[in-house]
C-alpha cells in the first residue's frame, strides 16, 4: 500500500509531505485548487511521462518520491528480487526531473531504467478515471481479472506451461526438419564411404605392417644375396665366428698366465656368442624368405588399395580402422537424428492432444466465470446511476492451434443505454461511465488478486443524491480488500473516508502555492459542510455533515 508521498517544486507545489493509511482516504478542494496534483506527481513516480515545464519556476529540479509496505504482497517482492531491487518488505520510487528536460528514476535507491519503474508502478498502482496506469482497459489484465475471478489462474498456467514445451518441441523439430535434404546427402555419402572401408576388410595388424611387409617382398632378392653372402662369411672355414673362436680360445690361454686378460676373454667370448646369435637369426631370415611374384604383386595392389583410401580420408595407411569406426558414428547419429524426428513428432502431438483438453476446461471455466462475473457487475452499474447499462465478459475464439492463455481472448464489453451495441470498454468515452464501470468490477471481484492500492479520479462524475451515496459504499466496501484513495466533489462520498485530505490553492507574489492537509474530525466536518452548501458554511450545513460522517462510519 502507498505510504508516504513526498513532493518538491512540482508545478505549483512548492513541498509536501503526506502520508496515507489503510482503508479509503478522499480528496477533496475548491475546483482550480489542483487535486489533480496528487495523481500528477504519483503518475511520475510511477514512470509517467515528465518535462521541464513541471518544474516549479525559479527552481531547477522537481523531485517526487512514494514510498510503499509491499511486506504482504508477494507478487510485488518477487518482481523486485528478480530485479535486484528489494529492500525488506519496502518499495520507494524516486522521480527527478530537471528544468533542462532530463529524468532520472530510482527503485529502492538504485538507478534504473523507466521501464522498469512503470512494471513496478503497475503491480502498485491502478488508476481509474485515467488515461495511464488504466490496467482495466488491457485484454490481458482483463483475462487475468477473470481468471483471478473464476479460480482458473492456476489451469491457465498449467496451460502455458504446456504452449511453452510445445513451442520449444516445435522448434527442434523445425530445425531438423530445414536440414533433411542435407542430412539425407550426408548420409548416403557417409554410407558409400562406409561400404568402400568395409569392403577392404581392414584389419589393425595389415595396415600397421603392409607397407613393410611390401618393402621386404619387392627387395627379396636381393635380400636373399645380401643375407646368405653375409651367413657365408660368417661360417666359413675361416670367416668371423671361427677366427672369434679361435682367438678366443688362445686369449683363454693366455688369460692363465695373467688374470689381468680376463676382461679381454668376456670381451671376444661375448662378441663370438653374437656372432653366432647373428647366424641362428639369418639363417631364420632366409627361411622366410622367398622371391614369389605373385604374391609381391598382391602385395602391392593391396597397398595401392590403402593408399587410395587414405588419400580419399586425408589420413595415414594405419589410421583407416579409426576413419571407418568415426563414420560408423556418424551414421548411428544421423539414424539417430531420423528417430529423434519421430520421437519429437510424438511428443509433440501428445501435448496438443494435453492442450485441447486442457484449453476445454479453461474455456467451460471461464464461460461460466464469465456469466456470472457479467451479472454482478451488470447490477453494480445500475445501482452506479448508469439504468439501463450492461456490461459483458467477451470470450472470442482465437485461430485454431496451440495459444498461450488458452483458445480465447478475453474482452470486457460494455453497453451505457438501452437499445445500444455492446462497445469494448476501452472505447467507453465518458470518463465518469468509465470509472463507475471500473468501480463496479472492482467491488465484484475484490476477492480477486489485484494492485494493492486502488486511485478512482472523480468517480462521480455526472451523479448525485442516493446514487453518489451509493458509490461512497462501494467504495468502502471495496476498501475492505485495498487501499483506496479516491478524488470527489461529492459530500455524499468524501463522507465515507477514514482519512480526509484537503488541497488548496493560496496567490503569493511568487507564484500560486498548492498545498495538502490532512484533517481532524473537526476540520473535516467543516470541509464537507462546505461542499454541501459552498462558500458560505451555515450551522445547518455543519449539522448535516456531521450527521452524514456518523452514519457513513456505521
Do not use: W
Given at each position: 500500500?502507498?505510504?508516504?508521498?513526498s513532493?518538491?517544486?512540482?508545478?505549483?507545489?512548492e513541498?509536501?509531505?503526506?502520508s496515507?493509511?489503510?482503508?479509503?482516504?478522499?480528496?477533496?478542494?475548491?475546483?482550480?485548487?489542483?487535486?489533480?496534483?496528487?495523481?500528477?506527481?504519483l503518475?511520475?513516480?510511477?514512470?509517467?511521462?515528465?518535462?521541464?515545464?513541471?518544474?516549479?519556476?525559479?527552481?531547477?529540479?522537481?523531485?517526487?518520491?512514494?514510498?510503499?509496505?509491499?511486506?504482504?504482497?508477494k507478487?510485488?517482492?518477487?518482481?523486485?528480487?528478480?530485479?535486484?531491487?528489494?529492500?525488506?518488505?519496502?518499495?520507494?520510487?524516486r522521480r527527478?526531473?530537471?528544468?533542462?528536460?532530463?529524468?532520472?528514476?530510482?527503485?529502492?535507491?538504485?538507478?534504473?531504467p523507466?521501464?522498469?519503474?512503470?512494471s513496478?508502478?503497475?503491480?502498485?498502482?491502478?488508476?481509474?478515471?485515467?488515461?495511464?496506469?488504466?490496467?482495466?482497459?488491457?485484454?490481458?489484465?482483463?483475462?487475468?481479472?477473470?481468471?483471478?475471478?473464476?479460480?482458473?489462474?492456476?489451469?491457465?498456467?498449467?496451460?502455458?506451461?504446456?504452449?511453452?514445451?510445445?513451442?520449444?518441441?516445435?522448434?527442434?523439430?523445425?530445425?531438423?526438419?530445414?536440414?533433411?535434404?542435407?542430412?539425407?546427402?550426408?548420409?548416403?555419402?557417409?554410407?558409400h564411404?562406409?561400404?568402400?572401408?568395409?569392403?577392404?576388410?581392414?584389419?589393425?595388424?595389415?595396415?600397421?605392417?603392409?607397407?613393410?611387409?611390401?618393402?621386404?617382398?619387392?627387395?627379396?632378392?636381393?635380400?636373399?644375396?645380401?643375407?646368405?653372402?653375409?651367413?657365408?662369411?660368417?661360417?666359413?672355414?675361416?670367416?668371423?665366428n671361427?677366427?672369434?673362436?679361435?682367438?678366443?680360445?688362445?686369449?683363454?690361454?693366455?688369460?692363465?698366465?695373467?688374470?689381468?686378460?680376463?676382461?679381454?676373454?668376456?670381451?671376444?667370448?661375448?662378441?663370438?656368442?653374437?656372432?653366432q646369435?647373428?647366424?641362428?637369426?639369418?639363417?631364420?631370415?632366409?627361411?622366410?624368405?622367398?622371391?614369389?611374384?605373385?604374391?609381391?604383386?598382391?602385395?602391392?595392389?593391396?597397398?595401392?588399395?590403402?593408399?587410395?583410401?587414405?588419400?580419399?580420408?586425408?589420413?595415414?595407411?594405419?589410421?583407416?580402422?579409426?576413419?571407418?569406426?568415426?563414420?560408423?558414428?556418424q551414421?548411428?547419429?544421423?539414424?539417430?537424428?531420423?528417430?529423434?524426428?519421430?520421437?519429437?513428432?510424438?511428443?509433440?502431438?501428445?501435448?496438443?492432444?494435453?492442450?485441447?483438453?486442457?484449453?476445454?476446461?479453461?474455456?467451460?471455466?471461464?464461460?461460466?466465470?464469465?456469466?456470472e462475473?457479467?451479472?454482478?457487475?451488470?447490477?453494480?452499474?445500475?445501482?452506479?446511476?448508469?439504468?439501463?447499462?450492461?456490461?459483458?465478459?467477451?470470450?472470442?475464439?482465437?485461430?485454431?492451434?496451440?495459444?498461450?492463455?488458452?483458445?480465447?481472448?478475453?474482452?470486457?464489453?460494455?453497453?451505457?443505454?438501452?437499445?445500444?451495441?455492446?462497445?469494448?470498454?476501452?472505447?467507453?468515452?465518458?470518463?465518469?461511465?468509465?470509472?463507475?464501470?471500473?468501480?463496479?468490477?472492482?467491488?465484484?471481484?475484490?476477492?480477486?488478486?489485484?494492485?494493492?492500492?486502488?486511485?478512482?479520479?472523480?468517480?462521480?462524475?455526472?451523479?448525485?443524491?442516493?446514487?453518489?451515496?451509493?458509490?461512497?459504499?462501494?467504495?468502502?466496501?471495496?476498501?475492505?480488500?485495498?487501499?483506496?484513495?479516491?478524488?470527489?466533489?461529492?459530500?455524499?462520498?468524501?463522507?465515507?473516508?477514514?482519512?480526509?485530505?484537503?488541497v488548496?490553492?493560496?496567490?503569493?507574489?511568487?507564484?500560486?502555492?498548492?498545498?495538502?492537509?490532512?484533517?481532524?474530525?473537526?476540520?473535516?466536518?467543516?470541509?464537507?459542510?462546505?461542499?454541501?452548501?459552498?462558500?458560505?458554511?451555515?450551522?445547518?450545513?455543519?449539522?448535516?455533515?456531521?450527521?452524514?460522517?456518523?452514519?457513513?462510519?456505521?
Amino acid at each position: 500500500m502507498l505510504a508516504q508521498l513526498s513532493v518538491k517544486n512540482l508545478a505549483v507545489v512548492e513541498h509536501l509531505d503526506l502520508s496515507f493509511d489503510k482503508g479509503m482516504s478522499v480528496v477533496t478542494g475548491e475546483t482550480g485548487a489542483g487535486k489533480s496534483i496528487l495523481l500528477q506527481a504519483l503518475n511520475l513516480a510511477l514512470g509517467g511521462r515528465g518535462d521541464s515545464s513541471l518544474v516549479r519556476h525559479g527552481k531547477d529540479k522537481a523531485e517526487v518520491s512514494a514510498s510503499f509496505d509491499v511486506m504482504q504482497h508477494k507478487k510485488i517482492q518477487n518482481y523486485l528480487k528478480e530485479q535486484s531491487l528489494e529492500d525488506d518488505g519496502e518499495c520507494i520510487l524516486r522521480r527527478i526531473i530537471s528544468s533542462d528536460g532530463r529524468s532520472k528514476a530510482f527503485v529502492n535507491g538504485v538507478s534504473v531504467p523507466l521501464s522498469i519503474v512503470k512494471s513496478v508502478g503497475e503491480l502498485l498502482i491502478d488508476m481509474h478515471g485515467q488515461n495511464e496506469h488504466q490496467l482495466l482497459l488491457r485484454n490481458d489484465q482483463q483475462r487475468q481479472l477473470l481468471d483471478a475471478y473464476a479460480n482458473t489462474g492456476e489451469l491457465c498456467a498449467q496451460l502455458n506451461k504446456v504452449v511453452a514445451q510445445h513451442k520449444k518441441i516445435t522448434t527442434q523439430i523445425d530445425e531438423l526438419t530445414s536440414h533433411q535434404d542435407a542430412r539425407l546427402q550426408q548420409q548416403e555419402l557417409l554410407g558409400h564411404q562406409l561400404k568402400e572401408l568395409e569392403d577392404a576388410a581392414l584389419s589393425e595388424d595389415e595396415l600397421n605392417s603392409i607397407e613393410s611387409d611390401f618393402k621386404t617382398s619387392a627387395n627379396a632378392a636381393t635380400l636373399i644375396e645380401k643375407t646368405s653372402s653375409i651367413l657365408s662369411r660368417l661360417e666359413s672355414d675361416t670367416g668371423v665366428n671361427t677366427q672369434l673362436l679361435n682367438l678366443n680360445h688362445e686369449l683363454s690361454q693366455a688369460q692363465e698366465m695373467d688374470d689381468k686378460l680376463s676382461q679381454a676373454v668376456e670381451l671376444l667370448s661375448s662378441a663370438q656368442v653374437q656372432a653366432q646369435e647373428g647366424v641362428y637369426e639369418l639363417t631364420h631370415y632366409l627361411s622366410g624368405l622367398s622371391v614369389d611374384e605373385q604374391s609381391a604383386s598382391e602385395l602391392e595392389d593391396r597397398l595401392s588399395e590403402f593408399h587410395d583410401l587414405s588419400r580419399k580420408h586425408n589420413c595415414q595407411i594405419p589410421e583407416l580402422l579409426k576413419v571407418q569406426e568415426k563414420i560408423q558414428a556418424q551414421l548411428d547419429e544421423i539414424g539417430g537424428g531420423a528417430s529423434s524426428l519421430d520421437a519429437l513428432n510424438t511428443e509433440r502431438s501428445e501435448l496438443k492432444d494435453n492442450y485441447q483438453k486442457t484449453a476445454q476446461r479453461l474455456t467451460k471455466a471461464r464461460a461460466y466465470g464469465a456469466k456470472e462475473l457479467s451479472d454482478l457487475v451488470t447490477q453494480s452499474m445500475q445501482v452506479l446511476g448508469m439504468p439501463g447499462s450492461e456490461f459483458m465478459v467477451g470470450l472470442v475464439p482465437k485461430t485454431e492451434g496451440v495459444q498461450l492463455n488458452g483458445a480465447e481472448t478475453v474482452d470486457f464489453l460494455v453497453k451505457t443505454n438501452m437499445g445500444q451495441d455492446f462497445k469494448a470498454l476501452k472505447k467507453v468515452a465518458s470518463g465518469g461511465e468509465l470509472s463507475r464501470i471500473s468501480l463496479a468490477i472492482s467491488v465484484v471481484s475484490s476477492d480477486s488478486e489485484y494492485t494493492p492500492t486502488l486511485i478512482f479520479d472523480e468517480v462521480d462524475v455526472g451523479i448525485s443524491g442516493a446514487v453518489a451515496e451509493v458509490v461512497g459504499q462501494k467504495l468502502k466496501e471495496l476498501s475492505r480488500h485495498y487501499q483506496v484513495v479516491c478524488i470527489t466533489h461529492l459530500a455524499q462520498v468524501a463522507s465515507f473516508g477514514h482519512q480526509h485530505l484537503r488541497v488548496s490553492k493560496t496567490q503569493k507574489e511568487t507564484g500560486a502555492k498548492t498545498t495538502v492537509e490532512r484533517l481532524s474530525d473537526v476540520d473535516r466536518v467543516s470541509e464537507v459542510a462546505r461542499i454541501l452548501s459552498g462558500t458560505t458554511v451555515s450551522d445547518k450545513a455543519r449539522k448535516a455533515a456531521a450527521e452524514m460522517i456518523t452514519k457513513s462510519s456505521n
